[in-house]
């Protein structure tokens, strides 16, 4: 049962209504907790993390603007962004490991692609912060909250077409992120 | 056929339906099946892995509390979010001893699925707003920008003034077209989740109320008023039953 809507408690968080930071993190903590265990596999540094994305996203409120989307895929985004630092941190090591395990990987094609890897989530994460502001809400909508392009081109008010084009420009150069600093997708 | 397209290609990646021929196409096709294979690896890599609800894994216990303390919230915001029905825990209202402590209300899961139902149905309809005018330091301000505010019930109407200053605020609400009820009217403040509440008194024969506000009510905080229809069965809880609601922070 929901209430406040998720548009309501976007508008209050925006606002600075400290209720709705506690609703936000009653609705969404534990999605953003197991997100973030998922990928870093520590409980410690997914505690750790899971506070860095509440601690940060209140404080830096001001740019979570409630017209370009919802507050679950902004704070899913921070999470994505906060484990990629922490990933990034465990030492240069990973790429090293990485490399190897890329490389046995690359042998293997037939795995499909959700065999999760470490480092294209860093440089993909990367990406997407990089990424003209449309391309990245219409992503951020996709990859978070599983919304159609109806359904963004509904919420975000741009015609489906320029959605789509959106969405394909900035999953393009996702990509192609991959192909020049992942060496393992070509 | 002409090979697919990378619109189709990254649209199909990202879990949109193609047509047959492009469908068809793409299994049969070694270089779209390659590029559509990379596309995907991309959108399954940052597809938040959708654990299913009772996947979720429960956050630590502390892991609010260090929160909270992190960010200095007042100790209102430090109640720990249950995962389900929030705890009765009292609203304080410290150094008002003249108001007995209400228990918080329990989260009122009806009444929102009936305020999102109304507020669905009667749309732009329902032609009826709560209006609010803020009086601080003397200098008038209309609060509503824009924010469409609800009646619950399509007969009824408020609207609301809170006049004076931080000594002396008084909340005046008048509600049209008041159904019949062998109850009352009661006049509420809360939060915007709806799970902090405050009751401020009860509406005249007349439909209308003017209230005092207490000093250390943060109105930043609760800053929707409410007004439900109340039986008289002594228990002292919203009814879940309102008439209208509205934000007043724009």
Not at chain 2, 55 to 77: C, F, G, K, N, V
Not at chain 2, 86 to 109: F, I
Not at chain 2, 151 to 166: F, I, P
Request: negative net charge; contains cysteine; aromatic residues 6%.
């Amino acid at each position: 049962m929901k209430s406040p809507s998720d548009d309501d408690l976007g508008h209050g968080f925006a606002e600075g209504d400290e209720s709705c930071l506690n609703e936000a993190y009653r609705r969404w903590g534990a999605l953003l907790f197991t997100v973030a265990l998922r990928r870093l596999g520590d409980p410690e540094e997914a505690k750790d993390v899971t506070q860095q994305v509440f601690v940060g996203a209140w404080r830096g409120r001001e740019n979570y603007d409630p017209k370009r989307g919802s507050l679950k895929a902004w704070l899913m985004g921070v999470t994505h962004k906060k484990v990629a630092d922490q990933l990034t941190r465990r030492s240069r090591h990973l790429r090293d490991v990485q490399a190897v395990t890329t490389q046995a990987a690359a042998s293997s094609p037939q795995q499909d692609g959700a065999a999760d890897s470490v480092l294209d989530f860093v440089l993909l994460t990367d990406e997407l912060e990089k990424l003209p502001e449309q391309q990245r809400t219409v992503l951020k909508m996709a990859f978070y909250e599983d919304l159609t392009q109806a359904q963004i081109a509904q919420r975000t008010g741009l015609p489906l077409g320029t959605v789509k084009s959106n969405t394909r420009r900035g999953l393009l150069r996702m990509k192609n992120r991959l192909e020049v600093d992942g060496g393992a997708h070509g | 056929m002409e090979h697919t397209d990378e619109e189709t290609l990254a649209l199909m990646a990202i879990g949109e339906s193609p047509s047959a021929p492009d469908d068809e196409h793409v299994r049969t096709c070694a270089r779209c099946s390659r590029e559509l294979q990379a596309l995907s690896h991309v959108a399954s890599t940052m597809k938040a892995p959708g654990p299913d609800e009772r996947d979720l894994l429960t956050p630590p216990a502390d892991l609010w509390d260090s929160i909270a303390s992190e960010l200095h919230l007042s100790t209102q915001s430090r109640l720990v979010p249950a995962e389900s029905d929030l705890p009765e825990t009292a609203v304080s209202h410290p150094g008002d001893d003249s108001r007995p402590k209400r228990p918080k209300a329990r989260r009122l899961g009806r009444f929102s699925v009936a305020l999102a139902a109304c507020a669905a149905l009667l749309g732009a309809a329902a032609g009826s707003t709560i209006t609010w005018w803020i009086t601080r330091d003397n200098s008038s301000v209309s609060a509503v920008d824009g924010r469409r505010l609800d009646s619950l019930q399509a007969s009824s109407a408020g609207y609301a003034r809170l006049s004076g200053n931080d000594g002396h605020r008084l909340l005046k609400i008048t509600v049209e077209g008041l159904p019949k009820t062998s109850g009352y009217f009661e006049v509420w403040l809360m939060d915007r989740s709806h799970t902090k509440l405050v009751s401020m008194g009860v509406l005249g024969p007349d439909g209308s109320a003017t209230l005092p506000v207490p000093d250390n009510i943060d109105l930043r905080e609760y800053s929707v008023v409410d007004v439900s229809v109340q039986p008289y069965n002594g228990k002292p809880d919203h009814s879940g039953d309102s008439l209208v609601r509205g934000p007043y922070a724009g």
